[in-house]
């Protein structure tokens, strides 16, 4: 899997996130009358915290993927034994 084939989504997503933001700051603004600003910096942030977010999941996801092959080899096994008894 290769990033080019999720760039339209990828863009679609930072447009997305960017218009909220932009309507969540103008709402903070009428009922606190306080400013937000975002900057470039806040997007980048925002992108180095995901592909740290996803380094993490994709480290666990292996993890409890044989977690469940080893659960699922056991209950074979016992389903076995007690066949076996019967």
Known sequence: MKIEDHIDVLANTSKYIHQSVKEASELYYTELRRRNYTTPTSYLDLIKTYIEMLGKQQAIVPARM?????GLTRLSETNEMVANLK
Do not use: E, F, K
Request: without cysteine.
């Open 66 to 70: 044989t977690r469940y092959q080893n």
